[in-house]
């Protein structure tokens, strides 16, 4: 496996800690006086989600993590399994419910999600930025309130909730940003 | 054929305002010292020989049959000037250090290093603060200069006396303050990253900080006390480190030593040996008169006056 030195760290990178993969969140250079350099660096266990502080030497090298991250169609689930698919081999992999945690809430079938695996097993999985999702319960729409800046919430047709606006009717289409959770407008069927 | 750059991908990066800021600061600085009579040289950037600090990295440029440096402080070269003259100098000019990159690290920046003869390190303490006093005149309120003992600072802002400390008390300090440390740090590298990362983040934002007799391992260039303690200092304004001082070293076989101390240390952490400056030995050996130096960062105080966060936000074209 590669290794990285601290000169090559950046947001993103994926790196082996104690036998857990990792990626970079923050990278600060910083160097006392005519001192040793160091590197203060944010990283997220791609395991467990912890967020860790970690403190290296400049030039230190450190291995890098056996992880990729694959593009793959999500096919269903059965409760127990999620499953993905890989577009151009066909193959199939299967992350249980913890592993695609968060996630699940925005899938129905057909997206294109970025699956980590770590040694060929899902590690984690992110939604589309963007999905577009059916309302299949919320209060009526007050009609023509466009500028109070009112919400109200909605429950998708995946039955994740999310606020939206007061003028935004049952049964509408709405894209959602799956970072943060929010609505960012109606689609036009 | 290369793709052009983006339309815009010419121009500079600093302002109007950051341009001007840094013509006015460097008459400024000029202005005090002619009031000082204080002389402007000028030294070589291209050097042949470089400095032997473990923790500085020269960068090399070809010069015909040869390998040769940039320099990355000019002081070598005006300690020579030094031991000829015997007189006041000061040069404003561009360094360049290897690997430094960023939020306060530019690998090449603006220092400005001066050296008074026959001044002890405590008068030169007060210069630096009256320097800097008139540079940040009707652009920063500074509160009351605060002087400290290395000992001391350690002592009010980490709970511990360094020279007593332990392995222990470095690494509760750093628990304490959140930082884990990837390997096993030697007690230096524990001094040198909570001074950094845990004191200087405690000073008031308004306050130039002096802080001055430092551990002998710490001596670089500095004459070391009857108490063995290095006759350094350093100013932080606020929680930004921006000048480092001494009371110059004059004894050529102590300076030697430790230009080989540094070797061994260079070889240790996989670096390679640097040729050590036979000159700036001999200059020593002619005879360097007493005085005190110190080299100021440029471009940090002027990210003060303007209040901007990063180094290269204060650099007309800063690299990629």
């Known amino acids: 496996m590669a290794s990285y030195n601290t000169n090559e760290f950046r947001a993103g990178l994926k790196l082996n800690l104690d036998g857990d993969p990792y990626a970079i969140i923050e990278n600060e250079f910083v160097k006392p006086g005519k001192g040793q350099a160091f590197n203060r660096v944010k990283l997220r266990n791609l395991k467990t989600g912890r967020v860790v502080d970690r403190t290296f030497k400049s030039g230190e090298s450190v291995e890098g993590a056996d992880v990729l991250d694959i593009d793959m169609q999500y096919l269903y689930n059965d409760g127990d399994q999620w499953h993905f698919m890989e577009p151009n081999s066909y193959e199939q992999y299967a992350a249980s419910k913890a592993t695609v945690g968060d996630a699940a809430q925005w899938l129905k079938g057909q997206e294109t999600c970025c699956v980590t695996l770590l040694d060929g097993e899902p590690l984690g999985v992110t939604a589309p930025n963007f999905v577009e999702l059916q309302i299949t319960q919320t209060d009526p729409g007050v009609r023509g309130d466009t500028a109070t800046g009112g919400t109200k919430p909605a429950t998708l047709e995946t039955g994740a909730i999310v606020k939206v606006p007061l003028f935004i009717e049952q049964g509408e289409v709405l894209r959602i940003d799956t970072r943060t959770a929010e609505y960012v407008s109606r689609v036009k069927e | ?320």
């Not at chain 2, 750059?5 to 305002?17: A, E, I, M, T, Y």
């Not at chain 2, 990295?57 to 030094?82: C, G």
């Open chain 2, 1 to 320: 054929m290369n793709k052009l750059p983006k339309h815009s991908d010419w121009k500079p990066l600093v302002s109007q305002q950051g341009l001007e800021a840094r013509a006015f600061l460097n008459a400024q600085i000029r202005k005090f010292f002619a009031a000082r009579n204080v002389l402007e040289v000028e030294t070589p950037i291209i050097n042949f020989f470089t400095v032997t600090d473990p923790h500085i990295d020269s960068i090399s440029v070809n010069k015909v049959k040869h390998v040769a440096f940039l320099h990355t402080s000019p002081e070598y070269a005006m300690k020579r000037l030094l031991a000829d003259f015997k007189r006041d100098i000061y040069q404003l000019c561009k360094v360049f250090r290897a690997a430094e990159v960023g939020k306060y690290h530019h690998p090449e920046f603006t220092m400005l290093e001066w050296y008074r003869v026959g001044w002890s390190y405590q008068d030169l303490i007060h210069e630096v603060d009256e320097l800097i006093a008139s540079l940040l005149q009707n652009k920063i309120n500074l509160s009351q200069t605060k002087i400290f003992t290395y000992q001391d600072i350690f002592i009010d802002y980490c709970g511990f006396d360094p020279w007593q400390a332990k392995q222990l008390d470095y690494s509760h300090a750093c628990d304490r303050a959140g930082i884990s440390p990837s390997t096993k740090l030697s007690n230096q590298e524990y001094q040198e990253l909570l001074l950094d990362q845990v004191i200087a983040q405690q000073l008031p934002k308004d306050r130039l900080t002096f802080i001055y007799d430092y551990p002998a391992q710490q001596a670089a260039l500095a004459k070391l006390n009857s108490a063995g303690m290095a006759e350094r200092f350093e100013l932080y304004l606020g929680n930004i480190e921006l000048a480092n001082g001494f009371q110059e070293l004059t004894n050529a076989q102590e300076q030697l030593a430790r230009f080989e101390a540094d070797n061994q240390m260079r070889q240790k952490s996989g670096k390679e040996k640097v040729v050590i400056d036979k000159k700036f030995i001999a200059a020593l050996k002619a005879g360097l008169p007493y005085s005190a130096g110190v080299a100021l960062g440029v471009d940090r105080l002027l990210m003060l006056i303007l209040g901007i966060a990063e180094i290269r936000d204060v650099l007309v074209f800063p690299h990629g």
